[in-house]
């Protein structure tokens, strides 16, 4: 299915930090380049950006502001993306799918085929937000009301509107059947894509340029974001903590974020993609339990640079990782730092961890993914 003209909607441009909500739709339109698609992927004006992936091509929509009575925010997004969707588009992909039609269908000729990526529930975020912000008046409550009337109204368009949906956590068919009635038949399970850098480094290299000592355990904590109430910094320095004097010389390096400062820890604040892999070359083990849930695109980079992973509660994962990562049933730092003495002092399953979880990355490749979406749609054409 090579050789077709492609349009993929994305929240942002293409972003340098892996955990980025765009990172995944880029990651995606790479794969789809790869294997000889012609790809533009549709995006709203952001922050300084990477260079987008080879063979794909960018381009701003103009969004704009919303004005009091307007569409709900993110729909606007998408009525200004539908406006310059391609008459020859074969496909169309919203990664995520977003709210509100594109209005393709309102076209002459033959519409494009459209493929929603859900990741999660709008209507979902849209209540968990709102119940941080108690109605303190008549007004306030009809307002959400109304907000929250239009946000599912919009969303069930967008669902409406895509012929294939494909999702990345398990635990979504069982909302989308009882938010929305949306059948299992119309989903297909496919896994987030993971873009790297493409560059290897090895383990003595990637120490040397974070001045790291090449004989001593060092363990990496990659920050799902710079907010301590997301990251889960305290508590992964605390395992740290309680490790450290069973083997001398230990570091910790806490990579996205800053850590404080103590005796054998040190932090990059960088987000991108390159800082990220080399810190995992460095690392012996890979340390990661935020204090949200949901899928953690760092432990893909950590499998791929060899470096074993320990996940604790809150990291999902949209394919069974059986015996490619180290996890903890429990946020408490005792438990992550036993789990982490093991396995800093037990190389023989380090060993076994690291091949395991270079094969379970690879499963996350943007080549992969997209050939998993391309095969779903033929499958439901046939």
Do not use: K
């Amino acid at each position: 299915m090579s050789g077709r003209t492609i349009d993929l909607v994305a929240v942002g441009p293409c972003p340098r930090d892996p955990y980025d909500p765009a990172a995944s739709a880029w990651a995606l339109a790479a794969g789809f380049a790869a294997g000889g698609d012609q790809v533009r992927v549709l995006h709203p004006a952001g922050p300084a950006s990477a260079e987008p992936p080879f063979g794909v091509q960018p381009l701003l929509v103009d969004v704009p502001l919303r004005r009091p009575g307007a569409l709900v925010e993110g729909a606007v997004l998408t009525q200004a993306a539908g406006r310059r969707i391609r008459p020859d588009a074969d496909l169309v992909v919203r990664d995520p799918f977003g709210l509100g039609r594109l209005g393709l269908e309102t076209r002459r000729g033959s519409s494009p085929a459209v493929v929603g990526v859900v990741h999660r529930l709008e209507l979902a975020v849209y209540d968990t937000e709102s119940s941080r912000r108690p109605a303190t008046s008549l007004f306030d409550r009809v307002d959400t009301w109304r907000d929250r009337r239009a946000v599912r109204r919009l969303e069930r368009g967008a669902l409406d509107e895509a012929q294939h949906l494909v999702y990345d956590s398990p635990e979504l068919p069982e909302v989308l059947a009882r938010e929305y009635g949306i059948s299992a038949g119309r989903l297909r399970p496919v896994p987030p894509s993971v873009r790297d850098s493409g560059v290897r480094v090895t383990r003595e290299d990637a120490r040397r340029e974070l001045h790291l000592p090449l004989d001593v355990p060092v363990v990496i904590a990659p920050l799902a974001s710079e907010d301590p109430s997301v990251s889960g910094a305290a508590r992964v320095q605390e395992a740290f903590r309680r490790t450290r004097s069973l083997f001398s010389g230990a570091r910790l390096v806490v990579v996205g974020g800053a850590a404080p400062t103590e005796p054998g820890v040190s932090s990059i604040l960088d987000r991108d993609s390159a800082t990220f892999e080399r810190a995992f070359a460095a690392g012996d083990v890979a340390l990661v339990a935020p204090s949200y849930v949901g899928f953690d695109p760092g432990v893909i980079l950590s499998l791929r640079a060899n470096c074993p992973v320990i996940v604790g509660p809150g990291v999902r994962f949209p394919l069974d990782p059986g015996g490619a990562v180290r996890t903890v049933p429990s946020d408490d730092p005792a438990e992550l730092a036993a789990a982490l003495a093991e396995l800093l002092a037990d190389s023989r399953e380090r060993r076994e961890l690291t091949a395991a979880g270079e094969r379970y990355g690879d499963r996350f490749r943007p080549e992969r993914v997209a050939g998993m979406v391309s095969e779903g749609i033929a499958r439901t054409a046939s």
